[in-house]
């Protein structure tokens, strides 16, 4: 192929193609909201308005009345409440002041057992009044829209503080008087069982018996002693030293019956002296726990008692 033909062969053109046409505005005018859209809207509008108002004039106040009675019964139930209790804690620690618990008789131990029982319970149950009286309270607190506290909730809630801080007095007392009622039983029926058993299998010399009595006592008064130092309880310490004085006689006792069974005569004569000593020990420490009573009533259990009549009064 010549230089001539090369020349001449295929060929491609380029052609610029046309620029699209720009796309047609077309002005629309917005359209007019109808009246049958404005009369729903305004009416729409004017029910939410009197909805709310009658919330405010109708509802609000007639769910504030409810519970500003609701809070009213609950509170005139815990006055009440708070009122017998005071009168059964003031009774009660009348009888375990005067010369302490330790000293009273097995029934009156009893009676006023179940009179701290039914103070506690009492006590429980006009607790409860105040809670739900303060709920109340919350609850009025809370409703929206409300400009203001409602009146009620500025009068009895003061009431409501000096009950509660009434019955908390109330039922320190009412516990640590049951603690002590409990500790009384226990250790006067052991007391009375050394004089009963005890000291009968001594001066019968049936030693095997004493030391099984003196055993016994022992593992009884031994975790008394631990409750008699309970705070708790609110126990004169001078009655924890009685409870001391009766371990070491039952003790002392233990080991002059076992000496004695084994014909040890001279730890027998020891023991026996021991025994003798813890005795008088054990009396003079009951007989100064029973003088101390009063002022222990004074530096302990009045000042509560104070509070229990004080706030009482207070929330009535």
């Keep these: 192929m010549s230089w001539q033909e090369e020349a001449c062969g295929q060929r491609y053109l380029c052609v610029a193609l046309p620029k699209p046409a720009p796309a047609r505005r077309v002005f629309r005018p917005a359209r007019r909201v109808s009246w049958g859209t404005w009369i729903f809207v305004i009416v729409v509008l004017l029910i939410a308005i009197g909805s709310l108002g009658g919330f405010l004039e109708i509802v609000l106040p007639q769910r504030v009345g409810q519970l500003a009675q609701s809070e009213a019964g609950e509170l005139a139930l815990a006055r009440k409440g708070t009122a017998d209790v005071s009168t059964n804690v003031s009774q009660l620690w009348a009888d375990l002041s005067a010369k302490g618990s330790m000293s009273l008789s097995s029934d009156q131990l009893t009676r006023d057992l179940a009179l701290a029982n039914s103070a506690q319970k009492s006590a429980d149950d006009a607790q409860g009044h105040v809670v739900l009286a303060e709920s109340y309270m919350a609850q009025a607190d809370g409703l929206p829209f409300q400009l203001h506290s409602p009146a009620f909730i500025a009068t009895d809630r003061p009431a409501l503080d000096h009950l509660d801080k009434a019955l908390q007095a109330s039922q320190k007392l009412t516990h640590a008087a049951i603690l002590q009622l409990t500790l009384a039983q226990q250790v006067t029926q052991d007391a009375g069982k050394i004089s009963t058993t005890l000291d009968p299998a001594l001066n019968a010399h049936a030693w095997a018996d004493a030391a099984r009595a003196s055993s016994t006592l022992s593992d009884d008064l031994k975790p ?35 000496a004695a069974a084994a014909n040890q005569t001279q730890a027998a004569q020891q023991s026996a002296n021991q025994l003798a000593a813890a005795r008088q020990h054990a009396a003079a420490s009951f007989a100064a726990a029973q003088a101390g009573a009063p002022a222990w009533q004074l530096k302990t259990i009045k000042p509560l008692l104070d509070t229990v009549t004080h706030e009482t009064a207070a929330g009535s």
């Design 224 to 258: 008394q002693q631990v409750s008699a130092a309970f705070a708790d309880a609110l126990l004169d310490p001078l009655w924890a030293t009685w409870i001391d004085g009766l371990v070491a006689v039952v003790t002392d006792a233990q080991q002059y019956s076992l």
